[in-house]
């Protein structure tokens, strides 16, 4: 079935260190790719998103991420986590042929221990 | 610019209401998506629209609608709401193929008593 899987619910990193949210995909095609953060209460802010092209990808708030077809995964990485950057986050795909519809993943909770 | 608006932020109604969501896109942006956010089934898609057209439809029971004006203005209306109804309900914009990402706006908590 096609789906998008964050396999970590919950991970918590001291401040300082680095941090690694994977995001999984099963699609035929290449869809496009996304990582938004929400923090409570709120909307989701977008952090980076991929296309094609390079599959290094950076984003805002020092955010980076990097798209690897043989693993069909997209993992969302920052050298050093800052508390502020406690929040959800979310991987997202738009399907091939399916402009305008978002599939979430479940999502992964980051706590950040000072 | 300014961003993507949403009305109202929150909403209390009674099982068995009807209820009707704003949504006003970037300036510019044309396709409006709705989703549905809850502790237990997370983000879901519910419809798609682009110029006044729904491109897109996920799989929710026919009380949700939804319709875009000429303005790319949307509403979203879920009738006759049951108690599972309550989420919050995001919407967010795009350009044509959404090349730019998706902006969302801050959502609208419904609560159904």
């Known amino acids: 079935a096609q789906s998008v899987t964050q396999p970590d619910i919950h991970i918590t990193v001291s401040e300082g260190a680095s941090l690694e949210l994977r995001c999984n995909y099963s699609?035929?095609?290449?869809?496009?790719l996304f990582w938004y953060v929400q923090s409570p209460g709120q909307g989701l802010q977008l952090l980076l998103k991929y296309f094609s092209g390079d599959t290094l990808v950076q984003g805002i708030k020092g955010f980076e991420a990097e798209f690897k077809r043989s693993q069909s995964s997209f993992n969302l990485r920052k050298p050093s986590v800052h508390w502020s950057d406690a929040a959800e986050y979310f991987c997202a795909v738009v399907p091939s042929g399916n402009t305008g519809k978002l599939i979430f993943g479940q999502g992964t909770t980051l706590q950040v221990k000072p | 610019k300014a961003g993507v608006t949403q009305t109202p932020r929150y909403l209390i109604k009674t099982r068995g209401q009807q209820v009707t969501l704003s949504c006003s896109p970037i300036s510019g942006h044309r396709s409006v998506s709705w989703y549905q956010q809850t502790p237990g089934q997370g983000l879901q898609f519910l419809f798609e629209y682009f110029s006044e057209t729904q491109r897109n439809k996920g799989n929710f029971p026919g009380r949700f609608s939804g319709r875009q004006f000429s303005n790319s203005r949307s509403e979203m209306n879920v009738s006759t709401l049951e108690l599972g109804d309550s989420a919050l309900y995001l919407c967010?914009?795009?350009?044509?193929?959404?090349?730019?990402?998706?902006?969302f706006g801050s959502g609208t908590r419904l609560t159904v008593v």
């Open positions: 699609y035929g095609a290449t869809p496009y």
């Open positions: 967010a914009s795009s350009l044509a193929e959404g090349l730019d990402g998706y902006t």
